[in-house]
């Protein structure tokens, strides 16, 4: 684990180009120094043999989603019939064994080069809505666990009032939910910042938060210059309800709000108007998308393409953690739109490691971090360009070959913070991560 340190990577993805023989000085937890052209290795460096990125962000989180991998792949159904059984294993949730699962699901996210998350947490309260002696236990666990996996986490905390469009939270959302978007704001406003953590603002969906407490949430994001997420137009029954209801989409009632705007970011926003896209564009705000989840639950696809010409920056999470490969959600962005479209070249592997890396960090509020760069946070991890996958790479196009070919397993080394984490594929602060998640689930299950 080194706190300061010299590595030399054989190839650096450094301002969209790959170069040779870059040396990265590390000291405080920041970038000393970026020298390109070294050919060999300064004596005493780290080598790092692949290519080395920034760390990879991932801007959509629900880490004890990561229970229902493998089960809710069984059969058929609905997005609606996987809700239900994720409220089971929500349910058996508490602060002792969500941070043991989510410090396995973060040091999962390590292993695959993921050095911050965005966690989009509203598991607040115990079951039936008892409050914690701590209110902010559940939350607190989220950093907590964060910090031994050895990434950054923003907690985006998340206001949940309703089962649907102001009717009141079924018997599973009660510990979802704080009452009013007021009691919201003064539990969240208790949670405390920390060198690895920032707290944001998320409002569930607008059927979760009803129209009339949408202000208190974005206000309470805007005062603090924190990020503010949401869940958007993931279906397409909360679009039809949503009119119904208010006579206007989800994205149009956030717009008459406030919630739209440069450090907001939409998550999904799978089946949207034209009007809409305008008004995500024109706005500024960012839309994450979540290919691998959007996919999982046959949400669609959303047109991330239209979005990015309009204005929206883009941004990629692993949500339901269905795989966690950031890898995967970055080309799947590509290929879901050559599917749509029957045409190929939509986003360079720039561009998407852009989404996977700058952008993401951005979008949680980390804007020093995303770029291999002096003077910022030192997060950088090195795919490795000598598996079966990524054998026969050319220099030139490293960076296409771990878009488009390298997976999570491909990841060798990570680096968060200055801090090696993970070293020749193996995680430095979490023994044996699989069998961490095997426990922790076997848990949830007994």
């Not at 339901?320 to 190929?344: C, F, Y």
Request: proline share 5%; aromatic share 6%.
């Amino acid at each position: 684990m080194q706190v300061t340190g010299t590595y030399w990577a054989e190839y650096a993805w450094l301002d969209t180009v790959v170069e040779p023989g870059v040396v990265i000085g590390t000291a405080d937890g920041r970038i000393t120094a970026v020298r390109r052209d070294t050919p060999e290795p300064p004596p005493g460096a780290t080598v790092l043999r692949g290519l080395t990125v920034p760390g990879l962000a991932n801007a959509h989180s629900h880490a004890f989603h990561r229970a229902l991998r493998g089960t809710v792949q069984v059969g058929s159904g609905t997005f609606w019939t996987w809700r239900d059984l994720m409220y089971k294993f929500a349910d058996r949730l508490d602060p002792d064994s969500y941070l043991a699962l989510a410090r396995a699901v973060y040091a999962e996210m390590a292993l695959a080069g993921i050095t911050v998350v965005g966690e989009f947490h509203y598991v607040h309260h115990a079951p039936g809505g008892t409050r914690y002696a701590d209110p902010n236990a559940m939350g607190e666990a989220l950093v907590e666990a964060a910090a031994q996996a050895g990434i950054r986490i923003t907690l985006l905390d998340t206001c949940y009032l309703s089962s649907g469009f102001g009717a009141p939270p079924d018997k599973h959302q009660l510990r979802f939910s704080d009452g009013d978007a007021q009691a919201w704001a003064s539990r969240a406003s208790a949670l405390e910042e920390r060198p690895h953590a920032l707290v944001g603002a998320a409002i569930h969906s607008v059927r979760a938060v009803p129209a009339d407490q949408l202000e208190t949430v974005a206000r309470w994001a805007q005062e603090r210059g924190a990020p503010l997420h949401v869940h958007l137009s993931e279906q397409t029954a909360e679009n039809e309800t949503c009119v119904q209801a208010y006579g206007r989409t989800p994205t149009r009632l956030l717009e008459e709000h406030g919630v739209l705007g440069p450090r907001t970011s939409a998550v999904h926003a799978t089946h949207l108007t034209p009007e809409d896209v305008r008004a995500l564009g024109g706005s500024s705000t960012t839309v994450c998308m979540c290919p691998t989840t959007e996919r999982d639950l046959a949400d669609g696809i959303g047109p991330a393409q239209t979005l990015a010409h309009a204005g929206s920056p883009l941004t990629l999470g692993s949500d339901s953690h269905a795989v966690i490969d950031l890898l995967e959600e970055a080309r799947a962005l590509e290929l879901d739109e050559r599917l749509r479209s029957r045409t190929r070249g939509h986003w360079t592997a720039s561009q998407l490691l852009i989404a996977a890396t700058e952008e993401g960090n951005r979008s949680l509020g980390w804007k020093d971090a995303g770029r291999i760069e002096q003077g910022l946070l030192a997060d950088f991890c090195t795919i490795a360009l000598d598996t079966v996958r990524t054998a026969g790479a050319l220099p030139r196009t490293a960076a296409e070959t771990a878009v488009f070919a390298a997976t999570n397993a491909d990841v060798r080394h990570v680096v968060a913070g200055g801090r090696t984490i993970v070293s020749d594929g193996v995680h430095q602060l979490v023994e044996n991560v699989p069998g961490a998640l095997t426990t922790a689930i076997d848990a949830l299950r007994a």
